[in-house]
């Protein structure tokens, strides 16, 4: 009995040294074609500079961010099972969320990190989330309207998938915007025009985390420069609205704090590149 517990116990190292070498084995253009877009840092007012969002986006007040690259799109289903084969992103009353194509959903804040970690290791450049004040910047491209294409809702099915008059006739109950995108749940991602910084589906198709800590009152904590919030809070920013969302959940300023172990539906996320 001695030597065979000794036995199970040397060999056990011996089998998690094997599977993290087979963790951290690399994996053929592990991005899976992930493109980056360098965006310029500048200063900008960042929160509802327009008097139609809600407590959490004021004050409105002047950030300003350093250089940054983000990703063109939200990571796709196929991009993040490079990382994970057996994630299924699953489906919506019937419709399938699981296209290659399709930002992955169903995937936490920690799903997402993690992401970003083997990312890094496996390709030697360095990932991870966006900040909330690099992601407001992003999505706003110059623009201190409501939405990047401006103030009027009606205009939305151009720029983003959202909860639409396609998703209502599933959704009966849903408040919706007053045009048709064509797709009840999620898009392939890239199907709807760029904001001005070449950025995809910033709003809508799915919500995206970001790195910051959650918090009602962080705009009246913050600095000026690169803020970022590592304060107490069991929550983490999520951004943009998704595709189940009406005009108040898909405008720029909009934050929602959802706990780091959730995954939903209509929640995905997209990366940021340091680094050359």
Not at 38 to 44: A, E, L, N, W
Not at 70 to 79: D, G
Not at 125 to 147: C, H, I
Not at 148 to 162: L, Q
Request: negative net charge; proline residues 5%.
């Amino acid at each position: 009995m001695v030597f065979r517990r000794f036995g199970l116990f040397f060999f056990f190292p011996f089998l998690l040294a094997i599977q993290a070498a087979q963790a951290a084995s690399p994996v053929a253009d592990a991005t899976g074609g992930m493109v980056f877009v360098p965006v310029k840092g500048g200063c900008f007012q960042m929160g509802d500079s327009v008097g139609d969002g809600d407590p959490n986006e004021r004050p409105a007040h002047e950030v300003c961010v350093s250089n940054f690259a983000i990703s063109r799109f939200e990571v796709t289903n196929s991009q993040y099972r490079r990382f994970k084969p057996q994630h299924n992103s699953g489906s919506a009353q019937g419709s399938t969320l699981n296209d290659d194509k399709q930002p992955v959903v169903n995937v936490s804040w920690n799903d997402a990190v993690a992401y970003a970690k083997w990312l890094s290791l496996q390709t030697g450049q360095t990932y991870r989330l966006p900040t909330e004040a690099e992601w407001e910047y992003a999505v706003r491209a110059g623009s201190n309207e409501s939405r990047f294409w401006g103030n009027n809702p009606d205009e939305t099915c151009k720029y983003a998938n959202v909860a639409d008059l396609t998703a209502k006739k599933q959704w009966s109950t849903w408040t919706t915007f007053a045009c048709d995108d064509g797709y009840a749940v999620s898009a392939p991602v890239g199907s709807f025009a760029a904001n001005g910084y070449g950025l995809y589906d910033m709003l809508g198709n799915v919500w995206e985390w970001c790195e910051d800590v959650y918090n009602s009152e962080a705009y009246s904590k913050l600095p000026k420069d690169n803020p970022v919030y590592h304060g107490l809070g069991e929550y983490r920013v999520i951004r943009g609205g998704g595709w189940s969302n009406g005009p108040l959940g898909v405008r720029s300023s909009n934050r929602v704090g959802l706990s780091p172990d959730f995954g939903h539906h209509a929640l995905g996320f997209r990366l940021v590149k340091s680094g050359p």
